[in-house]
């Protein structure tokens, strides 16, 4: 293994250097074009399964392993978070971080009950043109219309989450819980990881979740989803310090076998290594491993993709930097609108799909189609905001070369 010294220091005591690593935050840090095509990636792979029973749906990463797009969008929001929130606390103290992130947590929040919102009255506008009330069941919206005023004081509190709507409030709850993560991390990851792992394994055994109306819990369980965040806020202070990962074929090969042997489990009908011992173990991992409470496998199968990638996508690599990855990091870098939008015209197609009866034509069209928009939003809030940042420095110029006051 050839291993960076500053490696074990930085996963012991949370430094890079002797210096604590002040000195290489204090240098700026360049965007990471990687983080913003994954993301964009996965808001895309998020949008598709939305929308179950479409034959797109079927060639998504959750049936070739363990974890799915929502491991991968958690565990950068982790990332982003530090890049974000880490140098603006340690620049400018953690009231400042505090205040910055509060502003961010009020605008998810917003976000959060405008799609509310408008899925509800999608799906009510469904229910009344089509005469389907099923639709009010699939996507547990029936408490909204059974009693109103009380579901809205529980969407307004996050006590209620209608489907596909329970992403956004996980984050909120991340993202409030950020500076305790940063300051566990900056002492030390490797206690920072102990200590989230037995919150989530705690969780898991006490059955500790936060209540949900119409279900058993969040979805995503805050207590063991709290785990990624951990590790992506572990990771995106590494980067912060410059610290690389070590490098060993030892671990490539075991995260490359675990990654075929996910592979190997999803595709096949029945124990593709004919060990019956295994048989049980085999089909539960087939039938999905539970995603409320973060198994193990899903942790495991998202790690091997993180350091196989870490290991051979670098930054500038072809991959990110080519028509593709350019387009994957549009959406990336407005993921919050791309992703809101995304569950309003998932939610959308799944009514167009069950009205047209899965007509494969209509299932292509219907995915093409919001693919489609989704990169058009994310191209055009590209161009917004070029123009909105030419315009605020073009204006102290102007004024500098003003010869008299302007109403």
């Not at 996963?11 to 604590?20: I, P, R, T």
């Not at 202070?237 to 190997?264: C, H, N, Q, T, W």
Request: net charge positive; hydrophobic share 55%.
């Amino acid at each position: 293994m050839s291993q960076s010294p500053s490696f074990l220091r930085y996963l012991l005591l949370g430094k890079a250097d002797g210096s604590g690593g002040l000195a290489t935050l204090a240098a700026p840090l360049g965007r990471d074009a990687r983080i913003d095509a994954v993301r964009g990636l996965a808001l895309l792979i998020i949008f598709i399964n939305h929308m179950p029973g479409n034959v797109v749906a079927s060639f998504m990463p959750h049936n070739f392993g363990f974890s799915d797009a929502a491991d991968i969008f958690v565990l950068l929001a982790g990332v982003s978070a530090v890049l974000a929130y880490g140098v603006l606390i340690e620049r400018r103290g953690l009231g400042v971080g505090a205040v910055r992130i509060g502003a961010r947590l009020w605008t998810l929040y917003i976000a959060h009950l405008a799609v509310f919102l408008i899925v509800c009255g999608v799906v009510a506008r469904a229910v009344t043109g089509t005469h389907n009330p099923l639709y009010i069941e699939a996507i547990n919206i029936q408490p909204f219309f059974n009693d109103t005023p009380a579901a809205v004081v529980d969407a307004l509190t996050l006590t209620y989450q209608p489907y596909y709507l329970d992403i956004l409030p996980l984050y909120i709850v991340l993202l409030a819980l950020f500076p305790l993560a940063y300051y566990a991390v900056r002492f030390s990851p490797a206690l920072a990881l102990m200590a989230s792992a037995l919150v989530w394994q705690g969780a898991v055994h006490l059955g500790l979740n936060f209540p949900n109306t119409g279900a058993a819990g969040w979805f995503f369980n805050p207590f063991a989803w709290q785990f990624l965040f951990t590790l992506g806020v572990v990771l995106g202070r590494a980067m912060l310090l410059r610290v690389e990962a070590p490098r060993s074929r030892a671990i490539d090969l075991m995260a490359a076998g675990f990654l075929v042997f996910a592979v190997m489990v999803k595709v096949s009908s029945g124990n593709p290594f004919g060990i019956s011992v295994l048989n049980d173990w085999i089909e539960s991992l087939q039938m999905g491993s539970d995603k409320t409470n973060l198994a193990v496998v899903r942790v495991v199968h998202l790690a091997s993709l993180l350091w196989l990638f870490i290991r051979f996508v670098p930054v500038g690599s072809a991959m990110i930097s080519g028509v593709v990855g350019r387009n994957l990091a549009v959406m990336g870098r407005h993921s919050l609108e791309v992703f809101c939008a995304g569950v309003v015209l998932s939610i959308a197609g799944q009514i167009i799909l069950a009205e047209t009866y899965f007509a494969l034509g209509v299932q292509l069209l219907v995915c093409l189609t919001g693919i489609t928009m989704l990169l058009g939003l994310g191209m055009f809030l590209s161009w917004y905001q070029s123009v909105a940042l030419q315009g605020s420095v073009s204006k102290p110029s102007a004024a500098l070369g003003a010869s008299a006051p302007q109403s």
